[in-house]
C-alpha cells in the first residue's frame, strides 16, 4: 500500500441498502477524513478524525456515520442510503497540524438508486 | 460564516498564462492551499501560503495577502494537460480545510 487507498472504486446501491466504504492510510497520520464531491458544489466535509479513537461531525453527516479504531483506516458507513447520497467520495489524510496539508485516495463513485 | 470563493470557469490558449483568483473568509486562518484535480481523479496538492506574497513553483506561483483575504494561481506557459479544475482551501483554527468550489480550467490550442 502506498499513500491512501480506497474501496470500492464504485458501487451502484438500492435505495435503503448498508453500505461502507473503506479507507486506508500507511502514512501513519493522526487525522483523516470523509469528503463528498458534487458538482457544482466542491469538496463538503462529512466526518473527521484528529486521532485514533475520536471521531467529528463535519458540514453534512446526516446520514453517515463513521469509525476510527485504529491510526490506518476510518471506514464510512450509510445506513439506509437515499438517493441524495449518490456522489462521489473522497478519503483524505493529514499529520493534524498546522501545516494541514491532505492527501486523497481515489475517492468512490456511489450511485444509489 | 466561512466562505471560499472563487470563478467556476475560466478558458485560456495554450501557452499564455492564466490568473485564478480566490477570495475567502474563515474563522481563523493557518495558510491557503491550492489542488489541482483532474476530471475524474483525486486532488493533489500544489501549493502552499502562509505568510503574504508570491511563492514560485516552475510554471505556477502563487500570491496571498492576509489582509485582503485574497489569493491567486498563476499558470505561466499553458500546456493542454494544465486543464483540470483547481481548488482553493483555506486552514481554519480548527486545523481543518475549507474548499471553494473550484475553477475549471480549460486550455485551447
Known amino acids: 500500500i502506498a499513500g491512501i487507498t480506497q474501496a470500492p472504486t464504485s458501487q451502484i446501491l438500492a435505495a435503503g441498502r448498508r453500505m461502507t466504504l473503506r479507507c486506508t492510510q500507511d502514512?501513519?497520520?493522526?487525522?483523516m477524513y470523509w469528503y463528498r464531491q458534487d458538482l457544482g458544489l466542491g469538496l463538503r466535509l462529512i466526518h473527521y478524525s484528529n486521532t485514533a479513537g475520536t471521531t467529528g461531525k463535519g458540514e453534512v453527516p446526516d446520514g453517515y456515520s463513521v469509525s476510527r479504531a485504529n491510526t490506518d483506516d476510518f471506514p464510512l458507513t450509510l445506513a439506509s442510503a437515499v438517493p441524495s447520497q449518490t456522489s462521489v467520495y473522497f478519503c483524505?489524510?493529514?499529520?493534524?497540524?498546522?501545516?494541514?496539508?491532505?492527501?486523497f485516495g481515489p475517492g468512490t463513485r456511489l450511485t444509489v438508486l | 460564516g466561512q466562505n471560499i470563493d472563487q470563478p467556476t470557469e475560466m478558458t485560456a490558449t495554450e501557452g499564455a498564462i492564466v490568473q485564478i483568483n480566490c477570495t475567502y473568509q474563515?474563522?481563523?486562518?493557518?495558510?491557503l492551499f491550492w489542488y489541482q484535480q483532474h476530471a475524474g481523479e483525486a486532488p493533489t496538492f500544489l501549493s502552499y501560503n502562509v505568510l503574504d506574497g508570491l511563492e514560485e513553483k516552475g510554471r505556477f506561483s502563487s500570491f496571498l495577502s492576509r489582509s485582503k483575504g485574497y489569493s491567486y494561481l498563476l499558470l505561466k506557459e499553458l500546456q493542454m494537460k494544465d486543464s483540470a479544475s483547481y481548488l482553493c482551501a483555506v486552514g481554519n483554527s480548527n486545523y481543518q480545510l475549507i474548499w471553494g468550489a473550484g475553477t475549471k480550467l480549460i486550455i485551447k490550442p
Open positions: 474563515t474563522s481563523g486562518f493557518n495558510g
Open positions: 483524505a489524510s493529514s499529520d493534524g497540524t498546522e501545516y494541514n496539508e491532505q492527501f
Open positions: 502514512m501513519r497520520h493522526n487525522a
